[in-house]
């Protein structure tokens, strides 16, 4: 199966052709887990954009409800409101813009404003249009594993073996987004760490990430700052780390993710990240055969 080395219009330069992508978060909402309120004002996000631009992102990924567990769901146009002056501009500055909606409706208008990739990270079940919207757009998608809305997802935090049952719910969504007109190679897939999975799910499939590569799609990563690192920070606790307190934990699952093979990682920490897929790719430039 042919694989996206980049989304749709992505620069690309020679040295850097190989390496794992890096995506750079924008949220401009007022309750994201990590950061809620500093970007909410659209100067401050597109002067956060343009920065994780320079920091060495190769897109970035634009917010505007937050998916944090037990958000509720912002209204569409307060949803619009938020990020399509984000969008068009970092866009017209030059930047390769990734949207992050699970709304047909405001994916539409975001690559309208000039985003080249669409990150549901409902994997097209939140709304029945986005799947059609994608196949007629003819833009670049990531898929994420998701079981419900952030006020239920947690409920459903059960799996038999979760490598297998989330390889076979993103084959599931990949058949889907298919038969509705999506090119094979304009997907991409995400395992949804955190999302419906408790702190040992998301470990088990960060172990196991090449078992979801054998889909024969991208996979992009998202741990970034999120809870189940903390085991890794200070004592453990999940509950007493900031999220900012797990950048290091998450420059180094990064690192590893861009190791095992991923196509992207979306992260915070940008400069970190992007370290680290060099590191991940001059390593494996030295590496033998096969």
């Not at 799947?131 to 239920?152: Q, Y």
């Amino acid at each position: 199966m042919t694989t996206l080395q980049h989304p749709p219009h992505a620069r690309s330069s020679a040295p850097e052709a190989a390496r794992c992508r890096v995506m750079g978060i924008v949220n401009v909402t007022p309750d994201s887990f990590s950061d809620g309120g500093r970007y909410v004002d659209p100067t401050a996000a597109i002067e956060h954009g343009l920065a994780l631009v320079r920091q060495g992102a190769d897109l970035v990924d634009v917010g505007g409800e937050s998916t944090r567990p037990g958000a509720e769901r912002v209204a569409e146009e307060d949803e619009l409101r938020r990020v399509l002056p984000v969008v068009r501009a970092l866009s017209s500055a030059g930047a390769q813009v990734s949207i992050d909606t699970m709304r047909a409706s405001v994916a539409a208008a975001a690559v309208d404003a000039g985003a080249t990739l669409v990150n549901d990270v409902s994997g097209g079940l939140a709304d029945p249009e986005m799947l059609p919207f994608l196949a007629e757009a003819g833009v670049g998608c990531v898929l994420m594993h998701w079981r419900a809305h952030s006020k239920l997802m947690q409920e459903r935090a059960t799996y038999r073996s979760v490598a297998e049952d989330v390889r076979t719910e993103l084959a599931r969504r990949c058949d889907a987004a298919m038969a509705a007109g999506v090119s094979a190679d304009r997907i991409i897939l995400d395992p949804g760490l955190g999302f419906a999975k408790a702190p040992e799910h998301s470990w088990s499939l960060l172990a196991r990430l090449p078992r979801l590569m054998s889909l024969g799609f991208p996979l992009l990563v998202g741990a970034s700052r999120k809870r189940f690192l903390a085991e890794c920070v200070g004592g453990g606790d999940l509950d007493a780390a900031h999220p900012t307190d797990r950048d290091a934990v998450s420059a180094a699952v990064a690192t590893v993710a861009a190791l095992t093979g991923a196509w992207g990682v979306r992260v915070h920490d940008v400069p970190a990240a992007v370290a680290g897929a060099r590191v991940a790719a001059r390593l494996a430039a030295e590496w033998p055969e096969r």
